[in-house]
């Protein structure tokens, strides 16, 4: 029998992107304002040459400052899902078969899919201690509001990989039950 070696190769992207995360959160916050001002604004000029707004230079800076609040939660929140995307596909490849064994025994595997559970508790473990390092950062603060943010990002990434493994079994499962149906009929 031949023994599965890790495959240490899917935690790459996920160590790289938590030092991505890391980073962002090592800013201070003049920086951290300054980088999402940008981006703020940005929006702001993109949805005025998109819709023909004509705003004025003063009317385009009051928008993205008026944006500028959403726009930093929407990057908390996409950070963690692609964070989430990521940890389920390293926990997923590595550890796949060892879970599905578990998810099949009596326990705590026959209430929550562990593949899925393993990916969020850590999403939600390193949002907390991103927010924490956040604390020491000068000018930063520690928000459990953005913990949950985070989390409801990286559980968004992990639903989006449900329904795509799903979609995809469902697909696999009908093309298979078409070819069967058709080498019934050409027998009969």
Known sequence: MKKKRLRLLYFIPVILWMAVIFWF???N?????MQSGRVSYMIASTLDKAFSLDMS????????????YFVRKMAHFTEYLVLGVLLYMAVANNFGILLDTLDRSPGIGSIVKL??????????????????HQYFVPDRCCSFKDVLIDTAGGLTGIIIIILCRYICRKATYNRAEHTARGFKDENM
């Open 25 to 27: 959160s090592s800013n």
């Open 57 to 68: 230079e003063a009317e385009r800076v009051g928008f993205s400052e008026g944006i500028s």
């Open 115 to 132: 593949r899925y559970f393993l990916p969020a508790v850590i999403v939600f473990g390193y949002a907390g201690t991103d927010e924490l």
């Open 29 to 33: 916050g003049s920086i951290s304002s």
